[in-house]
């Protein structure tokens, strides 16, 4: 479970706890870096994946960010946020009183 934050200009920002329990960065080197938040300054790891899949688009090797335990705000109950890079292919309907999102291509 992931949250779209429209306010995230990268492609997705995952959770430390999630990293870990699915072991994310063994296979690769990646590399620290500050960003600027909401909250202040932040530092995450930049790294990739095999591939991400969003509403049925799969997006093959995408640069993404990790987030480092203790760095900032995570919302324990999901695995990290989407940001707009991945929901760039659709037009994203936020119906807010039904609590429903369509992402259309």
């Known amino acids: 479970l992931f949250m779209l934050d429209t306010g995230h200009a ?4 995952i959770n ?3 990293t870990a329990r699915h072991k994310l960065l063994q296979r690769q080197r990646p590399v620290k870096e500050t960003i600027a938040s909401s909250g202040g ?3 995450i790891l930049r790294g990739s994946l095999t591939s991400f899949e969003l ?3 799969r997006f093959e090797a995408p ?3 990790f987030r480092i335990p203790g760095e900032g705000y995570e919302a324990e109950h999901v695995a990290g946020v989407v940001g707009r890079e991945f929901m760039r292919p659709f037009t994203v309907v936020f119906n807010y009183p039904r609590r429903l999102i369509a992402f259309q291509r």
């Not at 990268?10 to 920002?13: A, H, W, Y």
């Open 16 to 18: 430390s706890h999630f």
């Open 41 to 43: 300054n932040l530092e």
């Open 63 to 65: 640069h993404v960010s």
């Open 55 to 57: 509403a049925g688009h």
């Open 10 to 13: 990268g492609t997705v920002s």
